[in-house]
């Protein structure tokens, strides 16, 4: 059975280092500029370096974000940003502009071309165009479902990516402009204030206020993913350069000790162990987006009111002395003798 790569976020170097050991093969994160998250830490050019150091020791892939939709201004610097990413080493490089394509031919060449999910790529007919290109990988829109990507699947060589778990976006592939108009912050270049997920208020034709929001859930499509690799899908995909050190090796964890299961053994004898770990760690709702067939209503928040996560991360362990049996913890959270830990 092929081998598919599960590809993790990494907001910071610490959580690079976690998704590492705890299975990815490989991550992708932004520069502190060129890329979508500008909330997130983001890396300098000396992390990138020793992010790339420490990934490529355990035989880990990195994947660099220049995924904005770049005005004028955003062009300043790259050139000299993309030799100097060429010259440490990355992988490859997540793009959505044209122009951004261009110059990463042109002053990265040795570096992996991949064109990000804000692009829409959501068809055949584009796929081959951008082969033309000379492109590496497509990560698809979310909006697809499987059969269409198995139909994509077996009519091009590229490889292909695809988003298996987390946030989803109101607005095709990312593309919105609510926060522009919202909160004043820029969306496609990194600003994206998430303004789909806030609560509001609906008036009825009755004049009553009903609570309302307009953003789906989150995606999870753990239950999916035997079928996925049965595709031939190159790269599975995890949202959430947001998100914590726990959430990021936990979702992690998960999936790699799912995906290594069936592809030693076929099968998945339970998956219920898997879901029941899984919603120890989320705070949102999940469903399966688009991959199987049109969104129903049932997977959209109407209702402001989101779960909280039902376990609290009480910290990283720093050392194990196994002579005294002695723990070195870095607390995160409150706890107390008779408290049960994971």
């Given at each position: 059975?092929?081998?598919?790569?599960?590809?993790?976020?990494?907001g910071?170097?610490?959580?690079?280092?976690?998704?590492?050991?705890?299975?990815?093969?490989?991550?992708?994160?932004?520069?502190?500029?060129?890329?979508?998250?500008?909330?997130?830490?983001?890396?300098s050019?000396?992390?990138?370096?020793?992010?790339?150091?420490?990934?490529?020791?355990?035989?880990?892939?990195?994947?660099?974000?220049?995924?904005?939709?770049?005005?004028?201004?955003?062009?300043?610097?790259?050139?000299?940003?993309?030799?100097?990413?060429?010259?440490?080493?990355?992988?490859?490089?997540?793009i959505?502009?044209?122009?951004?394509?261009?110059?990463?031919?042109?002053?990265?060449?040795?570096?992996?071309?991949?064109?990000?999910?804000?692009?829409?790529?959501?068809?055949?007919?584009?796929?081959?165009?951008?082969?033309?290109?000379?492109?590496?990988?497509?990560?698809?829109?979310?909006?697809?479902?499987?059969?269409?990507?198995?139909?994509?699947?077996?009519?091009t060589?590229?490889?292909l990516?695809?988003?298996?778990?987390?946030?989803?976006?109101?607005?095709?592939?990312?593309?919105?402009?609510?926060?522009?108009?919202?909160?004043?912050?820029?969306?496609?270049?990194?600003?994206?204030?998430?303004?789909?997920?806030?609560?509001?208020?609906?008036?009825?034709?009755?004049?009553?206020?009903?609570?309302?929001?307009?953003?789906?859930?989150?995606?999870?499509?753990?239950?999916?993913?035997?079928?996925?690799?049965?595709?031939?899908?190159?790269?599975?995909?995890?949202?959430?350069?947001?998100?914590?050190?726990?959430?990021?090796?936990?979702?992690?964890?998960?999936?790699?000790?799912?995906?290594?299961?069936?592809?030693?053994?076929?099968?998945?004898?339970?998956?219920?162990?898997?879901e029941?770990?899984?919603?120890?760690?989320?705070?949102?709702?999940?469903a399966?987006?688009?991959?199987?067939?049109?969104?129903?209503?049932?997977?959209?928040y109407?209702?402001?009111?989101?779960?909280?996560?039902?376990?609290?991360?009480?910290?990283?362990?720093?050392?194990?002395?196994?002579?005294?049996?002695?723990?070195?913890?870095?607390?995160?959270?409150?706890?107390?003798?008779?408290?049960?830990?994971?």
């Open positions: 059975m092929k081998k598919v790569e599960l590809l993790i976020p990494a910071d170097l610490e959580r690079l280092k976690y998704a590492v050991m705890y299975g990815a093969d490989a991550v992708y994160f932004g520069g502190i500029n060129f890329s979508l998250r500008a909330k997130a830490s983001n890396f050019l000396e992390d990138i370096e020793e992010g790339v150091k420490f990934a490529h020791k355990h035989k880990v892939k990195v994947y660099v974000t220049l995924n904005i939709v770049p005005h004028n201004e955003d062009f300043e610097g790259l050139k000299e940003y993309l030799k100097a990413l060429s010259k440490i080493g990355i992988d490859g490089l997540i959505t502009s044209f122009a951004y394509l261009d110059l990463v031919n042109k002053y990265a060449k040795n570096v992996e071309k991949h064109i990000s999910t804000q692009s829409s790529v959501i068809n055949s007919d584009a796929i081959k165009f951008y082969e033309n290109l000379g492109v590496d990988r497509i990560v698809l829109g979310r909006e697809l479902n499987l059969d269409e990507i198995k139909a994509i699947k077996e009519k060589n590229l490889k990516e695809v988003f298996i778990h987390g946030g989803m976006c109101a607005g095709l592939s990312g593309r919105c402009i609510l926060s522009n108009y919202m909160a004043d912050r820029d969306a496609n270049r990194g600003g994206c204030a998430h303004s789909c997920r806030w609560n509001y208020s609906l008036k009825l034709e009755s004049g009553k206020l009903h609570d309302f929001t307009m953003g789906s859930k989150d995606l999870s499509a753990l239950g999916l993913i035997p079928k996925m690799i049965d595709l031939g899908i190159d790269s599975l995909k995890i949202e959430g350069r947001m998100k914590s050190v726990y959430y990021i090796a936990s979702i992690t964890r998960i999936y790699r000790a799912l995906i290594d299961e069936y592809l030693e053994t076929g099968e998945i004898a339970d998956f219920k162990i898997y029941e770990e899984l919603r120890s760690v989320e705070s949102r709702e999940t399966t987006g688009f991959l199987e067939g049109d969104i129903e209503s049932n997977e959209q109407f209702d402001p009111k989101l779960e909280n996560t039902p376990k609290n991360f009480l910290g990283k362990v720093l050392d194990f002395d196994s002579k005294t049996n002695i723990v070195t913890l870095e607390q995160r959270n409150n706890f107390k003798i008779g408290d049960e830990v994971e």
